[in-house]
């Protein structure tokens, strides 16, 4: 990034937490009583408060809060993609789960002829915005894996090398209107790629010729605070480290710290964006819990290539408790900052 950051930056993963009204427009507009200039006007507004409440908690790099999508993170840009159909829930009875969502299905082969529209998130997003910036996108092994396949594909690992082509063409034209700095979103890893080594060379297909700094996220999976997969990174390296990555972002909060000892093992030439703030708990941690992390990091990654974020996403974090975590963020890190003799 062209942009002069702190030690020790500040940022967030991708999702903001919604105010309540988020919901009831969503609903409205789902149920068609809603006309798409007053869905624009509402995610505009929402994605207003967003970047606010971000710029207001003192976060150095921020998002749009992922404001514009109503299916989560990764479900709205199914609805761009031609090719995808729907399938009502496994269940429907219960608590709500990974298997009481929407199922998709693959019927052919696949295409996005007008794009995923995440250039169009980030135009905004840089015109509204007086912090440095971040833009995400699913990436194409979360796209695949959450996708039955019905037609046009043998499996989800030939699925996962059309969503790369549609992915790269969205990120290159990204860049090409002044994104600095595009992260793109895993956490359906364990599910398509048999390894890191895999896993890295389908991250160098996807960001191909797109010139900015490039993050990926990976992480457990988080809808309604439950885990997707298996709790480890460690079978992952060394082999992502072949991924064309300035900065990996991982999940470490809720998991107490495990495997950030692997850092120095593996990781010293690239940057790390940490996960210090457990966005799957009601706890809001002080800005001392949020030192303490940090320190016990920087036991194993070098300050200048350290970065403190949450775990994962506030979606669907309550915004009350999202907006506590994220000043307890910034001030913790402060905390470390000044005891490295930097100004906060």
């Known amino acids: 990034m062209k942009t002069s950051l702190p030690l020790l930056p500040t940022s967030v993963v991708g999702s903001h937490a919604k105010m309540g009204w988020w919901y009831l427009i969503r609903q409205e507009a ?38 514009r999508r109503f299916g989560a993170f990764y479900r709205t840009y199914l609805t761009r993609i031609h090719g995808i159909g729907t399938l009502p829930p496994e269940r ?3 608590d709500p789960g990974y298997d009481t969502l929407l199922v ?46 019905r ?16 992915i790269n063409r969205e990120l290159r034209a990204l860049a ?8 793109v979103d895993e956490p359906a890893f364990n599910e398509i790629a048999r390894d890191g080594r895999e896993m890295a060379k389908i991250f160098n297909a996807t960001v191909e010729g797109v010139q900015a700094k490039l993050a990926m996220h990976i992480c ?3 809808h309604r605070g439950r885990p997707l997969v298996k709790r480890t990174y460690r079978r992952l390296f060394p082999g992502v480290l072949e991924a064309r990555a300035d900065q990996f972002v991982l999940e470490f909060a809720s998991r107490e710290l495990a495997e950030i000892e692997l850092w120095k093992e593996v990781g010293a030439d690239r940057e790390l964006g940490a996960g210090l703030i457990d966005q ?22 070098p300050a200048e290539k350290l970065w403190i974020n949450p775990d994962c996403g ?31």
């Not at 006309?35 to 150095?60: K, N, S």
């Not at 529209?117 to 894996?145: D, N, Q, W």
């Not at 090409?176 to 700095?181: C, I, M, Q, S």
């Open 30 to 67: 789902e149920s068609g009583r809603l006309g798409p200039r007053d869905i624009e006007e509402a995610l505009d507004t929402a994605t207003d408060i967003a970047i606010l409440d971000q710029e207001r908690a003192g976060v150095d790099v921020i998002t749009d809060g992922e404001m």
């Open 92 to 94: 429907r009875l219960g």
């Open 104 to 149: 998709y299905e693959a019927t052919e082969k696949i295409s996005a002829p007008q794009g995923l529209g995440i250039v169009e998130e980030f135009r905004y997003l840089k015109a509204h915005a007086s912090k440095p910036v971040k833009v995400t996108c699913t990436g194409p092994t979360t796209f695949a894996a959450r996708l039955e396949i």
């Open 151 to 166: 037609g046009g594909y043998r499996d989800q690992q030939e699925l996962a090398w059309d969503f790369v082509g549609i």
């Open 176 to 183: 090409a209107a002044g994104a600095e700095f595009i992260q």
């Open 220 to 222: 457990f999976g988080n």
């Open 280 to 301: 799957k708990s009601f706890y809001i941690e002080t800005p001392e819990d949020v030192a303490e992390r940090i320190r016990t990091a920087l036991n194993y990654v």
């Open 314 to 344: 506030f979606n669907p974090t309550p915004r009350w408790v999202a907006l506590a975590k994220l000043k307890a963020m910034v001030e913790g890190t402060r905390i470390v900052r000044r005891e490295l003799g930097f100004a906060a």
